[in-house]
Structures are given as structure tokens and as C-alpha cells.
């Protein structure tokens, strides 16, 4: 055994035959001897074995790991739960001794800044996994610097920044980061922007009125396309780059669709330029570089059927849905369609007839079978969904216009569902709280903690401004 000061114990061992300090030496046999050798040996090993006891023991008391670095060091080491260098019991730290956390969100105990405490790992169940209530507004930022702003008509986000665009008098695309900061604002060139979508190199494309353009994060157009159709609703991007647009052959008649290859030429059209009162209005990317898209279609504007088409990535149709929500005389309308992480899709707009229009939800596997829909209803007058977002979840979330008893005021309407179609939450607002004013809403999306990004415009009849407002799970 080796002691504290790197001796070997056993080295200390008597010799026989030898002699003590004064007088003649002693002899001992050899049974003495050997029996003094034991004890001595004895002593030593007991003497030694308690030194060696002493100074693990030392060691065992500044350490939470039985001899490993100590508790306090900043890092939880083997055998601690935390450790983070002070381990004073403060809310979001660690208790003295690393044995366990200190009072933190999560301890079903509601305490510091949480709003809520229910010690679960989910979202949008009333309390989030935050400590935050589910569908508060986070922040919001309305945009005030001039009364050409007009309307934010739709919203992308990345992991590092959001963009806006929108416009009235003049018309614009906006980078903003996670927090609603303004970074900088650039011009939309072909009428009032529709759409907006970034692409895996950040390359952000905007759809709208006679053309697109593509921007670099900085802000600088690194395309600029017209085309020759009358009005352009939507685009999206697929993951390799290419753009996919959609809209109106001119302002009222006719649909199209196109796939844009990243240098901007055409990869494929679809086209129905004489098929009455059609439009394709939303546009999504699914697996395999599918293609959906939503829209309306008929002959008059009082004879409408809501429309739902996939197509594969070469522009082939796959499955068509047609909705008459009463058999009869209708202005149904699809307005926007997103697709979930299972390849689902959810269509939002309207079901009814011209006048008394109700918000339409539905979701449908990837094969076009319809899983579940919802109709929401006012008692003020009409309305319909405006535009619909999935989550990582597959949560679907949808924005409407609500009217209000005192018309013409309306308010913005947020829903989110679970993935089977309950109800999780709704959340009506008026951005200034102010009963002359009204909010309209008009895009949504999902930033990377599922934070809910949505955009419209706030009136006063004087003036109309954009905003974005972020609003929790």
C-alpha cells in the first residue's frame, strides 16, 4: 500500500537480530521473531490503512463524486445533477451540494417571472414549456414611418431573421430579426407584393402583381422577372432553389402556375386561361418537390367552388379536390394552403354564399383524402380565412378577419389546432386595443421555437399601417 508521502508501508519492517540502544545484545529464536515481525507489520498496515482512510475520506467531503473534480467547478460532473459555479439554491440554478436543481420552470411550482407552472413538456396546452401562457403576444411592432406603408400581406421566417412584405402608395420587403428589429427595408417593384418564401442559401423570393424578384440577405436584387400574366398571388421555393409561383391569367380570369429555375428561366407552366372566374391564390412545396396549390373556380363570383390540385415536380397532376360546401349556389374559396411535416396539407378560406361567408378549415393526407375540416361562423357578416401555417408538430395555425357588432370595425382572429383538428386555442385582438380601430390579418408563419408570426394592417380610417406581431404556442 502507498502512503500520502509515496513511501511503501511494508518497507518498515524490523530486522531479527538486531540490537537495542544500551546493554548486551538479545537474541530472539525465531518464533520471536517472526512473532514480532507480524506485529509490527500489523501496526504498520493498521497505521498506513488509517492514513490512507483519512485522506479519501478528506477527498470524498470536496468532492459530489466520490473523488472526482469538486462541486462548484461550473460543470456537472459524474455523479452531480448541476453545477453552476455559485450553487446557491437561486431560481434557475443548482442547490449547495449539486445533488439537485434549484426552483426552476418546470417544477410544477409557479414562482420569479413564470406565468404558469405545469411541469409538462408540451406547448399550446394553456401553459407552454416556457413557463408562458399559450397565444400570448410576445411583441409587436407596427411600421409608422409614412402613410404610404399600407398592408403587410405575408410573412417568412428563417432561423436568423424574418421578412415582411407589403405595401399601399409604395410597396416593400422588409428584413427584421427575431426580435421585430428593423435591419433594412428595400423596394418591390411590380405592383403590391403577395408573397414571400427564402430558400435553403437565403435567397429571398417575392411574388406580386405583374413579376417577381429575388433579393440577397442584404437586400440588393439579384432578380428582377415581369411575365405576362395580370396578377400574381403566391409563390413558394423548393429546397434545390427553384421558385414556384402562382395566380391570375389577367385581374379576374383564368389560372396559372409556374416553376422558375434558380437563373429564372421556365421549367413548367400550367395554364387555364378560359375557364371562367378560376384562380389559383396559395402555393406550398411538399416532399419530392411536390407542387399544391389553392384557389377558387366558376363562372360568376356568386358560383364559386373552392379547389385544391397537386402536381409533382415536373408539373403532372396528381389528385384535384373540389369544394361545394352546399350544394348549390356558393362563393367558396381556397385562399392558402401550407404542408405539414408528414406531407399533410391544410387549405383555409371560405364556405357559404356571397354575403354570409364563414372561415373553412381542412386538412388532407397526401393522397388529397380529406382527414378533417371546421367552420367558424359570425353573427356580423362575412368572412374567411386569409392564410394557414403547419408547425413542426403538426399543429395547423389560421388567420381570418372578424367583423364586429360595430361595423366596419373588425379584429384579427388566431387559431391554432392539433393535428387531429381539436381546438387548442383562438385568440381575437385589435393591434391598439382602440374600439375605433380596426386590425385586419393577413399572413402567418412559424419561426424556429414555434413562435407564431403573424402580419396585416391597423387602421384608424386616416391612415393604415402595417405590423407583425409575435404571438407564444
Not at 64 to 86: K, L
Request: negative net charge.
Amino acid at each position: 500500500m502507498t502512503g500520502d508521502d509515496g513511501t511503501d508501508s511494508s518497507s518498515t519492517a524490523l530486522s531479527t537480530g538486531s540490537s537495542g540502544p544500551t546493554g548486551p545484545a538479545t537474541t530472539l529464536d525465531s518464533a520471536e521473531a517472526t512473532d514480532a515481525t507480524e506485529a509490527t507489520d500489523a501496526t504498520q498496515a493498521t497505521d498506513a490503512t488509517e492514513a490512507t482512510d483519512a485522506t479519501q475520506a478528506t477527498d470524498a467531503d470536496s468532492s459530489s463524486s466520490g473523488g472526482g473534480p469538486p462541486c462548484g467547478n461550473g460543470a456537472p460532473d459524474e455523479g452531480e445533477v448541476c453545477d453552476d459555479g455559485i450553487n446557491d439554491g437561486s431560481y434557475g440554478g443548482c442547490l449547495p451540494g449539486c445533488g439537485a436543481l434549484g426552483p426552476h420552470c418546470g417544477d410544477d411550482v409557479v414562482q420569479a417571472d413564470e406565468a404558469c407552472d405545469d411541469a409538462n413538456d408540451l406547448n399550446a396546452d394553456g401553459c407552454n414549456i416556457d413557463c408562458v401562457e399559450s397565444a400570448t403576444v410576445l411583441w409587436t411592432v407596427v411600421f409608422e414611418d409614412g402613410a404610404g406603408n399600407g398592408t403587410a400581406t405575408s410573412v417568412a421566417v428563417t432561423p436568423a431573421e424574418i421578412y415582411v412584405v407589403g405595401g399601399g402608395g409604395a410597396n416593400w420587403i422588409r428584413r427584421l430579426d427575431l426580435d421585430g428589429g428593423e435591419i433594412w427595408e428595400v423596394p418591390y417593384t411590380f405592383g403590391r407584393p403577395q408573397g414571400v418564401a427564402v430558400d435553403a442559401d437565403g435567397s429571398i423570393h417575392v411574388a406580386g402583381g405583374d413579376g417577381r424578384a429575388t433579393y440577397e440577405d442584404g437586400g440588393a436584387v439579384t432578380l428582377s422577372q415581369g411575365h405576362e400574366f395580370g396578377g400574381t398571388h403566391d409563390v413558394a421555393v423548393s429546397a434545390d432553389g427553384n421558385a414556384v409561383a402562382v395566380g391570375t391569367v389577367d385581374p379576374f380570369y383564368g389560372t396559372w402556375v409556374r416553376r422558375f429555375a434558380t437563373d429564372g428561366g421556365t421549367l413548367w407552366t400550367q395554364e387555364e386561361p378560359n375557364a371562367g372566374f378560376d384562380a389559383a391564390r396559395g402555393v406550398a412545396i411538399g416532399s419530392e418537390e411536390s407542387v399544391v396549390v389553392a384557389g377558387d373556380t366558376g363562372i360568376v363570383p356568386t358560383l364559386l367552388d373552392g379547389w385544391l390540385r397537386k402536381y409533382d415536380s415536373n408539373g403532372s397532376e396528381q389528385w384535384t379536390y373540389v369544394f361545394n360546401s352546399m350544394g348549390g349556389s356558393t362563393s367558396d374559396t381556397f385562399r392558402a394552403v401550407a404542408t405539414g411535416p408528414n406531407d399533410e396539407v391544410a387549405c383555409v378560406g371560405g364556405a357559404g354564399a356571397a354575403g354570409t361567408l364563414d372561415v373553412w378549415v381542412g386538412s388532407f393526407s397526401a393522397d388529397g383524402d380529406l382527414a378533417w375540416s371546421d367552420t367558424q361562423s359570425t353573427a356580423n357578416g362575412a368572412t374567411r380565412a386569409e392564410d394557414v401555417a403547419i408547425d413542426g408538430a403538426g399543429n395547423v395555425i389560421v388567420v381570418a378577419t372578424m367583423p364586429t357588432p360595430v361595423q366596419p370595425r373588425t379584429v384579427a382572429w388566431v387559431r391554432k389546432y392539433a393535428p387531429e383538428g381539436v381546438v387548442l386555442w383562438t385568440q381575437e385582438f385589435n393591434v391598439d386595443d382602440a374600439d375605433v380601430a380596426s386590425t385586419t390579418i393577413e399572413g402567418v408563419a412559424i419561426d424556429p421555437q414555434d413562435g407564431i408570426l403573424v402580419v396585416g394592417a391597423y387602421s384608424t380610417g386616416a391612415d393604415t399601417d402595417p405590423w407583425i406581431r409575435k404571438i407564444a404556442p
